[in-house]
Each structure stands twice: as structure tokens, then as C-alpha cells.
């Protein structure tokens, strides 16, 4: 069985409440890089590979990681990035509270299908993504493999992973009652 550590990326900007101009490329705060340097002595066990997604706070919290264990190959697959479902072309420059009104609008809706803009995408395809990565999971020879990632993603594979039955409109429906998942909080799954 495969030991999986899914890690939610420390601290961000974004995170710390400042605006911030492009969705994947703001880096972490002080806080963040104190932590990621921290978190990479929690490590429960020496990884076979490191994973990133490709936004800049992930592989930032990272780093740390992978420079303790400096033999183990580090990749960055795409399909791991956070959930896009606010236009990000919309986003420039704002804070999270700035969001939060159209952040409550999304989610009363519950449409897995609603898209917020060409630069968005839908609930129905961060889950394909999540199907996805566990699929690239389960096809890696590693049988230890961490991944830092963020929050809606790592709750979307948790979804996937403990309901694959379940359809994507009830995904959605069940998502907002997940519990929080902390700033590089480690999320152990089994494959």
C-alpha cells in the first residue's frame, strides 16, 4: 500500500490577508517560510518523490523539503493547482475579504457547471483533475510520495477518494461542510 502525505502549502500573502496580483505566482509570507523550514523536519518518512503543484506558494514550501532530502527527485505536476473558480483576470489586486462576497455568491449556487470566466474553471473540473492526479498516483512506482498542494484541491481528492460514487452535483454540495485543512497541515492517505 502506498503512503501518501498530502501538504497544504504554508502561509501565504494571499493567506496573511494582503492583495495579490497573479494566483499563481504569490509567494509565501515571513510566517510561510518559517513554517515551510519547520514542517520539513516533521516529515514522518523519507519520501521516494516530492511532488509540487506549480504555483509559486507550493513549491516555495517545498523547497525546504527537498533540500533535506537532496537525492529524491522533486516534480511539479499540473493538474495539482488550487481551485480556480473565480476569474483570476477579476482577482488582480484584491484580498480575500475583498473576494468574499463573490466567494458566497459561488457557492449558493451549488452548479458544478458554472464557469466565472474563461480564465476559470468549473467544479466538475478541479474533481476531474483530483481524478486525475490519484490516477497519476496510482500508476507511480513510489510507494512514499508527498505533495504540496492547497486546500480545495486536497479536499476535492479527499472527496474523490472516499466517495467515488458519488456524483459531482453532490461533491459539490457536500464540499463547504469539509473540515478546514491548516496552512501545512499533512493529509495522510493510503493507495
Not at 498542494?149 to 466517495?163: D, G, P, Y
Request: net charge neutral.
Amino acid at each position: 500500500m502506498k503512503e501518501i502525505l498530502w501538504i497544504r502549502h504554508a502561509q501565504s500573502v494571499g493567506n496573511a490577508g494582503m492583495p495579490t496580483e497573479n494566483r499563481s505566482s504569490f509567494p509565501l509570507s515571513s510566517l510561510g517560510y518559517e513554517q515551510a523550514k519547520s514542517l520539513a523536519q516533521k516529515i514522518p518518512f523519507t519520501p521516494d518523490l516530492i511532488v509540487s503543484s506549480p504555483f509559486r506558494r507550493a513549491w516555495e514550501t517545498a523547497a525546504p523539503t527537498s533540500a533535506r532530502y537532496p537525492n529524491i527527485k522533486m516534480e511539479i505536476w499540473p493538474e495539482i493547482h488550487e481551485f480556480t473558480y473565480l476569474s483570476p483576470a477579476t482577482c488582480v489586486g484584491t484580498t480575500a475579504e475583498d473576494r468574499r462576497p463573490r466567494v458566497k455568491s459561488y457557492w449558493s449556487r451549488l452548479d458544478p457547471d458554472y464557469l466565472d470566466g474563461g480564465d476559470a474553471e468549473t467544479f466538475r473540473d478541479v474533481i476531474a483533475r483530483a481524478e486525475l492526479a490519484i490516477k497519476h498516483l496510482q500508476s507511480r512506482w513510489e510507494q512514499h510520495i508527498i505533495l504540496f498542494s492547497h486546500e480545495q484541491f486536497i479536499k476535492c481528492v479527499q472527496l474523490t477518494l472516499r466517495a467515488p460514487d458519488m456524483s459531482v452535483e453532490e461533491k459539490m454540495r457536500s464540499f463547504p461542510d469539509l473540515p478546514p485543512i491548516r496552512n501545512c497541515e499533512m493529509i495522510p492517505l493510503h493507495l
